[in-house]
């Protein structure tokens, strides 16, 4: 999969920074610093084991029960696999919501057991100067799918919409532009024939925040975390001010926003890939009989012998 992470990144203060960058608590602003309950280490590990509902409602769910959901959709995800493939489909689906809202690890769960060929995950990164200069739309033609594929977009066209209104990297025509042809330009890809399926993945700011420090504090996991997204964090309404209008403008009956709760990761991905299978009407094909061919002996080689004295890499484990 993809990852985009810029280069160079605005901080907070305006100034630019160059990745990788180390951070602190204290790069949050006041206002968001204010009042935090930094989990110990007890209870961040007692976290780990199970997982509450996002409405407060209902039994934990375990990490075996999520698992073991997870696979049987998994399955479900292969089986869809081959009737995309047989039936010769063309299916986008949009993943949208808040930095840390969990856009990647749904991406994730409903890709890693199913053909790259046939899954693609596209995340683009920041426009070329030569992008730029072109319609803000052809660089998303361009990755849409042909007969057979399925493409799961790790953030969209709906950048306009979100980051880069809020961000101000583009002008307010540039943004009305956007709002006006948005709505026919998914008109077209649906009256085509493709199956377009759109998410916008909502976390609380309290869960946000939460996902931000535990980034901070663990080494692995800060490349997740760049100064832009400390911006975004400082800007929370302005965000969720241009989501209402996007929303407003793009939820229409032939492409609707389907909105899922994160604040719970493992329910939250279950959720999702189960809508996702409920949107595209499949059946389970008959499974091919295989055979494995035994070697022909005729056609004998010392492999061992021949890869003698070749470098090896230390085994370690």
Same mark, same amino acid.
């Given at each position: 999969m993809v990852v985009y992470r810029p280069a160079h990144s605005l901080s907070p203060s305006g100034t630019v920074h160059s990745n990788p960058t180390r951070f602190s608590t204290a790069d949050f602003p006041p206002d968001v610093n204010r009042g935090v309950d930094v989990?110990?280490?007890?209870?961040?590990?007692k976290s780990k084991k199970k997982s509450?509902? $996002?409405? @407060?409602? +209902?039994? %934990?769910?375990?990490r075996k029960k999520y698992e073991k959901e997870l696979e049987k959709l998994q399955v479900e995800l292969v089986h869809l696999q081959s009737w995309v493939k047989h039936k010769g489909l063309r299916v986008v689906v949009l993943f949208?919501?808040?930095? $840390?809202? @969990?856009? +990647?690890? %749904?991406?994730?769960?409903?890709?890693?057991?199913?053909?790259?060929?046939?899954f693609r995950v596209v995340a683009l990164?920041?426009?070329?100067?030569?992008?730029?200069?072109q319609m803000y739309l052809q660089r998303y033609v361009a990755?849409?799918? $042909?007969? @057979?594929?399925?493409?799961?977009?790790?953030?969209?066209?709906?950048?306009?919409?979100?980051?880069?209104?809020v961000m101000g990297f583009c002008t307010q025509e540039e943004y009305e532009r956007f709002i006006r042809n948005c709505h026919e330009f998914e008109r077209s890809l649906v009256e085509d024939g493709i199956i377009l399926v759109k998410y916008w993945l909502t976390v609380s700011n309290e869960?946000?925040?939460?996902?931000?420090?535990?980034r901070i504090k663990r080494s692995i996991k800060q490349w997740k975390l760049s100064p832009m997204d400390l911006e975004a964090r400082r800007r929370w309404y302005e965000y969720s001010r241009a989501r209402d209008k996007?929303?407003?403008?793009?939820?229409t009956p032939f492409a609707p926003w389907n909105l899922v709760r994160t604040?719970?990761?493992?329910?939250?991905?279950?959720n999702c890939i189960s809508h996702l299978l409920s949107m595209i009407p499949y059946e389970v094909l008959p499974e091919e009989t295989i055979e494995l061919p035994e070697r022909d002996e005729a056609e004998a080689y010392d492999d061992v012998a021949a890869l003698a004295g070749r470098r090896f890499v230390p085994e370690r484990y």
């Open positions: 989990p110990d280490k007890k209870r961040a590990a509450k509902p $996002a409405n @407060g409602a +209902g039994k %934990t769910l375990s949208e919501g808040r930095d $840390a809202a @969990g856009k +990647g690890g %749904t991406i994730k769960r409903i890709a890693e057991r199913v053909s790259p060929r046939v990164p920041a426009p070329s100067d030569r992008e730029k200069s990755q849409l799918p $042909a007969a @057979g594929e399925v493409i799961l977009f790790d953030r969209s066209w709906y950048n306009r919409a979100g980051v880069e209104k869960e946000q925040e939460r996902r931000f420090r535990s996007m929303f407003e403008a793009t939820d604040d719970d990761k493992r329910r939250a991905r279950l």
